[in-house]
């Protein structure tokens, strides 16, 4: 069973005596209601590191909606279970007040990346990366030196992550891990558990759109051909309302009409689906098979490759 911490200073301790020990530190930054996708990055975690720790916090600074974060899904006991099965040594369990001590008072000292963080996500959700790049600045700080594992399903997220950890030096390596998807190709949320039946069988949609725009980039098609035909897909479904469909450069996430080489695309996609908020992405061009173990035991049909958009995505590098 892991060791439960509530406190930064048990965390900071734990994993300070791990590193004395001769142990490498892997930490899987979640807010919880935790499942197959998460459970791969704890996978990749504990493959390449001595020890494997998970926080488990829901943010408040990055939800600008307070429908949203009121039903956000918590399932501690569920989450604890699923550490366990998958070996995770420490988990970090915070309370609000513990990472925000004056709350619910503004908090004095925000992180802020800028670039990276100013379009899609960020111009849709206002301060929602000011949020994620604080919680996890004090994440890092509390951790300390580590390995950080992170899904690219929340891809620009990612971005805002690697920025900071370079603007501020931090003794953090961000790695990123592929996304891992249900057979029929949605990409695995803790917000999924909140769509209805018939909601969550429009969602595919997304990945429906995705696999088409990559198509279209193998053909030569500039960005705004990409996004018009992503957009008509979507468009296709009455129970999704798309936010944003476009083509992005994979490292500044700046939108481009002239693509040279699809591979150095990012597709991003947002919609609501019912009540619910989904991202996805995917490269822009199908990459080459990585040579990794096979999934741990229990984590079977992590990485689906059912029809139509899995096997379309599968691989999304």
């Not at 493959?47 to 899904?73: K, M, R, W």
């Not at 399932?75 to 988990?91: H, I, K, M, N, P």
């Not at 997304?206 to 035909?229: H, W």
């Not at 469909?245 to 490292?251: F, I, P, Q």
Request: overall charge negative.
């Amino acid at each position: 069973m892991p060791v439960v911490v509530e406190t930064a200073a048990d965390c900071r301790q734990t994993l300070e005596e791990c590193r004395l020990a001769g142990r490498s530190v892997g930490l899987v930054p979640t807010m919880g209601a935790l499942h197959a996708g998460h459970v791969s990055l704890m996978d990749r975690a504990r493959a390449e590191c001595g020890t494997v720790a998970v926080s488990i916090f829901v943010n408040p600074l990055q939800f600008g909606d307070p429908e949203d974060i009121a039903h956000y899904p918590r399932t501690l006991d569920q989450d604890l279970a699923v550490c366990a099965e998958a070996g995770v040594d420490v988990v970090f369990v915070p309370s609000v007040r513990e990472m925000y001590p004056e709350w619910p008072a503004p908090v004095a000292t925000t992180v802020s990346v800028r670039g990276v963080s100013d379009g899609w996500e960020g111009a849709s959700r206002p301060g929602h990366f000011d949020g994620v790049a604080t919680v996890v600045a004090k994440l890092f700080a509390i951790a300390g030196p580590c390995r950080a594992y992170f899904g690219e399903k929340d891809y620009q997220q990612l971005a805002v992550v690697r920025q900071m950890v370079a603007d501020l030096s931090l003794p953090v390596s961000v790695i990123g891990c592929p996304i891992v998807r249900e057979p029929d190709g949605l990409a695995l949320s803790s917000r999924n558990v909140r769509l209805s039946v018939a909601e969550r069988r429009a969602a595919v949609v997304l990945s429906g759109a995705l696999a088409r725009g990559r198509s279209l980039l193998a053909q030569g098609a500039g960005s705004s051909t990409v996004a018009e035909a992503m957009r008509a897909v979507v468009e296709e479904e009455p129970l999704v309302h798309l936010d944003y469909a476009v083509a992005v450069g994979a490292h500044d996430l700046v939108a481009r009409e002239a693509i040279e080489d699809p591979a150095a695309v990012r597709l991003l996609i947002a919609a609501d689906v019912g009540p619910v908020r989904l991202i996805d992405n995917c490269a822009g061009a199908v990459m080459a098979p990585a040579t990794s173990e096979p999934p741990r035991a229990g984590s079977a049909g992590a990485h689906g490759t059912g029809p139509a958009n899995g096997r379309q995505l599968e691989r999304i590098g």
